[in-house]
């Protein structure tokens, strides 16, 4: 079974600033998918960014981009240029390929725009 | 075009009640599914409709918990009789089927029911 990790349950940032949220899986599928799910306080949980595991380039969406380490099953996640309406639950969250469409979340890290 | 909705956004109910949850997925949205978040732990799948069809249901915690999908469109989840332990923020997502010769298709999640028993 796949599993997702977030060690970070708590993360802050000053505003313009930069934040790394950290995020490592395990699977034994070679083809998969890859996001993070952004929930802000008003609780509808939206896409942030995606990455196939079958391209080697890190997936960019303007101020966020990912770090993906596939052989060492690692998918970070930055935000450049913090701005208050970052704030939210972040949530990693794996999906294997065709076949197996549910998604396998971490347990979020709450990240805290600093003014 | 409407999102995916979701109702109630708050239930209160007391132990040994039942309580339904409805979702409406994006219309054309083939694939719907549960989830469920317990206060400070991950989201974790509960099931996944194909249209009318249950898929995979492997995340039912137990048979107190039903789960339906009339006509392919809105779903229900019950619980009955409701325990401590099923408080928690209950998501519903809808998507486009996959089949092998379309590209990745994106989950749009509901804002969520939370469901305290008491």
């Known amino acids: 079974a796949q599993t997702v990790t977030q060690s970070q349950p708590e993360m802050s940032v000053q505003e313009a600033e930069t934040v790394t949220l950290s995020c490592t899986y395990d699977?034994?599928?070679?083809?998969?998918?890859l996001f993070w799910y952004k929930q802000p306080p008003s609780r509808q949980m939206i896409l942030v960014i995606r990455?196939?595991?079958?391209?080697?380039q890190n997936a960019t969406e303007n101020r966020f981009s990912v770090n993906f380490q596939k052989a060492a099953k690692s998918f970070s996640l930055k935000i450049s240029d913090s701005q208050l309406g970052d704030a939210a639950m972040y949530f990693c969250a794996y999906r294997g390929n065709f076949g197996n469409e549910k998604l396998t979340f971490g347990t979020g890290t709450r990240l805290t725009i600093i003014p | 075009e409407a999102g995916v909705t979701q109702f109630p956004s708050h239930s209160v109910i007391e132990k040994g009640q039942t309580v339904t949850l409805r979702c409406d997925p994006i219309?054309?949205?083939?694939?719907l599914y549960w989830y469920r978040r317990v206060m400070g732990k991950e989201i974790k799948f509960l099931l996944h409709f194909v249209k009318e069809s249950k898929q995979d249901e492997s995340g039912m915690p137990n048979n107190r918990f039903l789960a339906e999908r009339t006509g392919g469109t809105y779903s229900t989840l019950k619980v009955q009789p409701a325990e401590l332990e099923d408080s928690g923020v209950y998501f519903c997502?809808?998507?486009?089927?996959?089949?092998?010769?379309?590209?990745?298709?994106?989950?749009?999640f509901g804002q969520g029911t939370r469901l305290t028993v008491v």
């Open positions: 699977t034994s599928e070679s083809d998969y998918y």
């Open positions: 990455q196939e595991a079958y391209k080697q």
């Open positions: 219309s054309g949205h083939d694939n």
């Open positions: 997502a809808s998507s486009l089927f996959r089949d092998r010769g379309t590209p990745n298709t994106e989950a749009f």
